[in-house]
């Protein structure tokens, strides 16, 4: 074995005894690892000691998916390729600069396990009573009204129309029960919702318009400046990662929300945990020492 793949190999070992913190509390955040830097669609950790051949043929299957499930209008200005990462610890590949390690299972997952499906089934034609029917139409017209947009134009559509029709409520004031994780029909029902209520809807909706859901993930993050838990989704482009967020109608770049720390992500039906590279060193730091938090319950005590 080359010196080199001994400490591709060595990096590797470190970075799942970070994971094994993350997962088991009890552990603690004593065992550092050299930074890995994990692409959120790349399946093993393994897969990341080449990751010159890996994030090749992701590019190529994210292109061929998004040609083959998206409108004709829409192919033309979807960017296909993810962002490009590098071996290198110097530059981080996951969302808001984050280093992404893929895992089986979080706190959430049960909740999210039950919306995947309902996410996938949904459409704007089919509605059950007025309201939903109504909110549906909007949901088409806010398409509809964006195909000669820019890509970014016609996240900023959707971002806007979902904030507009969703009026803010916590869990526990709509449902009587902390960080119930809804479905996009239970929404436009209901027509309130929390944070990751509204990832859901805007997810699901783009899915409509034809963005391939394995480019977007709900992202669950501390809000630093604000002192609380929070949920947003991210669009991954060449160009980076978009965030619609219920707090802003404008898309922004997640290089543009620095007070953003992501703690966990979900996408289709894999799932993430994320840390931070501290500033000037090689070594990821933990978010949060738990992942089993309530995003849109207010202010963190």
């Given amino acids: 074995m080359g010196k080199r793949n001994w400490a591709r190999g060595k990096a590797l070992w470190k970075a799942l005894i970070l994971v094994a913190g993350v997962l088991f509390p009890s552990v603690g955040w004593a065992a550092q690892a050299d930074a890995v830097y994990l692409d959120p669609l790349q399946d093993r950790i393994s897969s990341v000691v080449s990751s010159a051949s890996g994030v090749g043929a992701i590019d190529a299957w994210l292109a061929t998916e998004t040609l083959k499930t998206a409108p004709r209008q829409m192919a033309a200005v979807i960017p296909t390729t993810p962002r490009r990462q590098t071996a290198s610890p110097s530059s981080a590949s996951a969302v808001f600069q984050s280093v992404a390690f893929r895992v089986s299972s979080i706190p959430a997952a049960q909740k999210w396990k039950a919306v995947v499906p309902e996410i996938a089934a949904a ?9 939903e029917c109504v909110a549906k139409k909007i949901l088409g017209a806010s398409i509809d009204g964006s195909v000669r947009s820019s890509f970014q134009q016609k996240l900023n559509s959707v971002n806007r129309t979902v904030n507009k029709l969703v009026r803010y409520q916590s869990d526990a004031e709509n449902y009587g ?37 394995q480019a977007m993930s709900i992202v669950v993050l501390r809000d630093t400046r604000r002192n609380l838990y929070h949920a947003v989704l991210s669009v991954m482009t060449s160009q980076g990662y978009f965030i619609l967020d219920n707090l802003s109608d404008e898309v922004k770049l997640d290089i543009a929300l620095p007070n953003y720390l992501p703690l966990y992500s979900v996408s289709a039906e894999r799932t993430w945990i994320h840390g931070i590279k501290a500033r ?22």
């Fill in 280 to 301: 000037g060193s090689k070594i990821a730091a933990a978010a949060a020492p738990s992942l089993d938090v309530m995003p849109g319950e207010g202010e963190l005590q």
């Fill in 123 to 131: 459409n704007l034609k089919d509605c059950r009573g007025a309201s």
């Fill in 177 to 213: 029960s902390k960080d119930h994780w809804a479905s996009p029909s239970e929404i436009l029902i209901r027509g309130k919702g929390d944070c990751e209520d509204y990832a859901i809807l805007k997810m699901a909706t783009l899915k409509e318009a034809g963005l391939p859901p």
